[in-house]
Structure formats: C-alpha cells, structure tokens
C-alpha cells in the first residue's frame, strides 16, 4: 500500500465527534471531510466499534434497546370482526414437471433424449453441458459426444465459447423471435 493512510489520528477524532455527538451520516460527514462516498465512513465507524448516544456496558440490560427490538402488535381495525376464520385445507404443491427438452429447444438438437444421463453415468467422453434443474428429480447432462479440448459436444461448445459479437447476434435473433 503506498502513501500514508487517510486516517490520522486528528481525522479518526473529528469522526468520532461528528459521528457521536453531532449524529451525523455517513454521508454528511463523508461531504465535511472531503470524501466522495460514505463507505469509507461507515468502515472505519465499525472498525472503531462507535455507537450513537450513550455506550452500553456489555451484560447490562439495555432497556432502550429491548423496547425497540419488540415487535409490536398489530392495532385492532374499528368493526373488525372476531370471528374465526375457517380452516382451509392446504393446497399440494404442483409436480414438478419433467426436465425432458423441449421439442426443438437447442438441447433437444444438441443431443437425442437417449443420450442424457445423470451424473454418476457420465463417462470421460461424454458431454457435460447441464440439462434441466440441478434441484429436480430428471436433471441430466447432453452426454453427445465431447470435442477435444473441452467439456462439450460441438453445439454446446458453440454455445459456451463465443465472442462478445456473436453473442450480440445471437440475442438479437431470440428478441425477433420471442
């Protein structure tokens, strides 16, 4: 690190006054002392371990603070009812639905559905271009045959290696179609 570090000892003290005794933001006192964000406030108030008001001794009860942190009722609406309302049977949730590609998707033409495997049966040759949702039950992998140099068949080699150009002109070709 070069140079000597912003913070001097006179620069930490006007911190603390400003930060303790006036209240002031991070930001406000970021703009008295020249600085352009209040991150750099905001840290060294953490790393000083500075807090607003009075300190609190660790072990004493804070009543301020415990007030605070209660949740508070919610206020009772005029002419709300007090009735109970009825039970209602919780609703399944949905099934997931398969993972299978869809007819004409890239992965349905990247590689046939006889070619997806799961992980434990991917061989050293075979493609490792994710197929589906890692967290559902029929998440499988291409499987096609890989391109030497690189985890993927061809297609999905194309589809994970590209320029900065073709990936410009691929999204504009989905926008139109979409």
């Known amino acids: ?14 911190l603390r006054r ?6 002031l933001s991070g930001a406000e006192i970021a703009k008295r002392m020249g600085l352009a964000h209040r991150n750099a406030i905001m840290g ?6 500075l807090t607003r008001g009075r300190n609190v001794e660790a072990g004493s009860d804070a009543p301020d603070a415990v007030a ?6 919610p206020k009772k609406r005029s002419g709300a009812s007090d009735a109970i309302p009825p039970e209602t049977a919780p609703v399944p949730a949905p099934e997931p639905a ?3 590609p869809k007819r004409g998707s890239r992965e349905e033409r990247a590689g046939d559905a ?6 434990l049966q991917l061989k050293e040759r075979h493609c490792r271009w994710p197929i589906g949702d890692p967290q559902l ?3 499988r992998f291409c499987c096609g045959e890989r391109t030497a140099g690189t985890p993927y068949c061809r297609a999905h080699a194309d589809e994970a290696y590209q320029t900065p150009e ?9 926008r139109k179609v979409a």
């Open 44 to 49: 060294k108030v953490h790393r000083l371990g």
């Open 114 to 119: 006889h070619l997806l495997h799961p992980v």
């Open 98 to 100: 398969a993972t299978e």
């Open 137 to 139: 039950p029929g998440f």
């Open 166 to 174: 073709q990936k410009a002109a691929r999204s504009a070709a989905r």
């Open 68 to 73: 605070a942190a209660a949740p508070k009722a």
């Open 18 to 23: 400003l930060w303790v005794e006036e209240k």
């Open 1 to 14: 690190m070069g140079g000597a570090s912003f913070w001097t000892d006179e620069r930490t003290a006007e």
